[in-house]
């Protein structure tokens, strides 16, 4: 778990509130996760997950969120990623292949 998304589990556990609400799988020709937080919806290449490489599409139709929305789960290859990883990973990524200055991520960051 990076800095980021550490402080990201401890913000939630300290408002009472879920990492992530809502987690569901778009099957191909979309083959995206999306990942629900509050009121904001990121929708997330299944390809570009690590650990959805090798993992059969019907399994990851199976995804579930942990109790209290910190592990997105796919039960059936036994896989559990890191919720505020994933998110802040897909964020940064986007907010590079935009050409966002650094400057602005690092304030981000905090």
């Known amino acids: ?15 009472h509130s879920r990492v992530v609400d809502k987690v569901a799988y778009l099957p191909p020709p979309d083959d995206v996760l999306l990942v629900t937080c509050g009121p904001f919806t990121l929708s997330i290449k299944a390809s570009s997950i690590p650990e959805l490489a090798s993992i059969a599409r019907d399994e990851i139709k199976q995804v579930k969120l942990s109790a209290g929305g910190t592990s997105i789960i796919i039960e059936p290859a036994d896989v559990y990623i890191e919720s505020a990883s994933l998110i802040i990973d897909e964020i940064d990524r986007f907010l590079k292949s935009t050409k966002v200055s650094n400057v602005i991520v690092d304030h981000l960051r905090g």
């Open 1 to 15: 778990m990076t800095h980021d998304s550490a402080t990201a589990v401890e913000m939630a556990v300290k408002s």
